[in-house]
């Protein structure tokens, strides 16, 4: 069974960083390109990141750009999300997401968010 | 603001049709795969529909997708209450360079 399982989570202030993980079980992770999809309180889906399966290849939002770090480490099934800068409207459920379909881009496994809260 | 436009919300009666339209431009739609998702609140997003009409495996066949030009829909039939949930549509923009999400529609079964 795929699983993904988001950690790192918790509270953050302005200016501060936190360090999101994503470990993934049940495939073969090293041959999946992943992403990070944040969801705001009250608000929809926001995507924030993607690396490539080796990892040489991201692409970012504008909205996390110089400020959020993709990585990741095939040897151990982890995803990353560095995160600096913070920022208020940064408070979100953050997500990663695995591309099952990669032509097409659609993320086929999710896992259960970790929540993020940045507040002085 | 989201690139993609979707209704805030729709509602429709048990065992009847629904559409939810996603409205983009040549950058976005026009020119990539709609992706269709599923979110009850609380929990994680559920892929509906990839490729603009694809069903993955294990999704019901009452979920539909189609795509003209620079827009899409995604149709239910035989609308249940556990349908009840959040819809969005995705794809990539090609100005951006990153993958776009509409709004979100809410659908309410009567």
């Known amino acids: 069974e795929v699983q993904l399982v988001e950690s790192g989570g918790g509270s953050g202030q302005p200016g501060g960083s936190l360090r999101l993980a994503c470990v993934a079980s049940?495939?073969?992770?090293?041959?999946?390109?992943m992403n990070w999809v944040r969801q705001a309180p009250g608000k929809g889906l926001e995507w924030l990141s993607y690396?490539?399966?080796?990892?040489?290849?991201?692409y970012y939002a504008d909205s996390v750009k110089g400020r959020f770090t993709i990585s990741r480490d095939n040897a151990n099934n982890l995803l990353y999300l560095q995160m600096n800068s913070l920022r208020a409207e940064d408070t979100a459920v953050y997500f990663c997401?695995?591309?099952?379909?990669?032509?097409?881009?659609?993320?086929?496994?999710w896992g259960q968010g970790t929540q993020v809260t940045v507040s002085s | 603001q989201s690139v993609l436009t979707q209704p805030p919300s729709v509602s429709e009666a048990p065992r009847q049709r629904v559409t939810i339209s996603c409205s983009g431009s040549?950058?976005?739609?026009?020119?990539?795969?709609v992706n269709w998702y599923q979110q009850v609140p609380g929990k994680a997003p559920k892929l509906l529909i990839y490729?603009?009409?694809l069903l993955p495996s294990g999704v019901s066949d009452r979920f539909s997708g189609s795509k003209s030009g620079t827009s899409a829909s995604l149709a239910i039939s035989g609308l249940q209450s556990d349908d009840e949930a959040d819809y969005y549509c995705?794809?990539?923009?090609?100005?951006?360079?990153?993958?776009?999400f509409g709004g979100g529609t809410k659908l309410t079964v009567l």
């Open positions: 997401a695995r591309e099952g379909f990669s032509a097409y881009i659609a993320f086929d496994s």
């Open positions: 049940g495939f073969t992770f090293r041959k999946y390109e």
């Open positions: 690396i490539s399966s080796s990892g040489d290849t991201t």
């Open positions: 040549s950058s976005n739609i026009g020119n990539n795969a």
């Open positions: 490729y603009d009409t």
């Open positions: 995705a794809t990539w923009d090609d100005s951006l360079n990153g993958v776009v």
